[in-house]
């Protein structure tokens, strides 16, 4: 098993345009039980993705209670180190 912040990347990589929210639900299986698997948790995974240039913002929106949802994909060059170090 990877280790979750490698999950993370791994996921949104297959996965396209993520959220937190669906990262936690894509990752439930595995990594609920870690301590780390909570939404700040998640949330401050991909802000620093992003702030590494691994990740970049596609969107935004409000989920159902008004709440702000930041949607992320892999750069280019994030493609190119994600799938170098830890696979595709």
């Not at 280790?3 to 937190?20: E, K, M, Q, T, W």
């Not at 929210?21 to 939404?39: E, S």
């Amino acid at each position: 098993m990877l280790p979750f912040n490698y999950a993370i990347l791994r996921f949104v990589l297959r996965h396209g345009p993520s959220d937190a929210d669906a990262v936690m639900a894509g990752l439930a299986d595995d990594y609920r039980r870690f301590r780390q698997f909570r939404k700040k948790a998640v949330v401050e995974a991909l802000m620093t993705a992003r702030a590494n240039g691994l990740l970049e913002e596609t969107h935004f929106d409000l989920d159902d209670a008004g709440d702000l949802r930041v949607f992320y994909q892999v750069t280019e060059s994030g493609r190119r180190m994600i799938t170098r170090y830890i696979g595709g």
